[in-house]
């Protein structure tokens, strides 16, 4: 069953996991800069967009590392945030004509307050509207627990 999957009793493990998560977050963080080249200074898409297709890979890896090791991710914070940033980045597509540098730098901030708060706020879930880290209700009869 897909939920099961995506919330696994036990935490899985990914070997190398820390070192692989500073290498994609090293490749995530150059990608950005180059990206501020289409957000601060429309630069032509030639110039800027390796480094979108750079961001956008090692963002999708690091969070594939963080779902497959517990979905928990999705529904605290820190995940959510990330949908948030990206629904905010996308409006390039539907709401501007071009990269916008306000919202940019928005999602820099959210990044930057989200991934160094405090474990109350990054394991904070607003659809529980409380830290989910000890075990969380999946069905009327099924607890998980998500190794916080």
Not at 105 to 111: D, Q, R, T, W, Y
Request: with cysteine.
């Amino acid at each position: 069953m897909a939920i099961n999957w995506l919330f696994p009793t036990e935490k899985r493990s990914i070997p190398a996991k820390r070192w692989l998560g500073i290498s994609l977050r090293t490749i995530h963080l150059v990608g950005i800069a180059g990206l501020a080249g289409a957000y601060l200074f429309q630069q032509p898409e030639s110039s800027w967009y390796p480094y979108l297709l750079m961001t956008l890979v090692s963002g999708f890896l690091m969070a594939a590392m963080e779902v497959y090791g517990d979905g928990i991710w999705l529904i605290q914070l820190r995940g959510t945030a990330i949908g948030i940033k990206l629904l905010l980045l996308s409006t390039v597509f539907w709401w501007f004509e071009q990269p916008n540098a306000y919202i940019y730098f928005l999602a820099i901030i959210i990044s930057g307050i989200v991934s160094h708060a405090p474990g109350k706020l990054r394991y904070y879930s607003i659809w529980h509207r409380r830290v989910v880290t000890e075990p969380v209700e999946l069905s009327s009869n099924e607890v998980k627990n998500c190794g916080g």
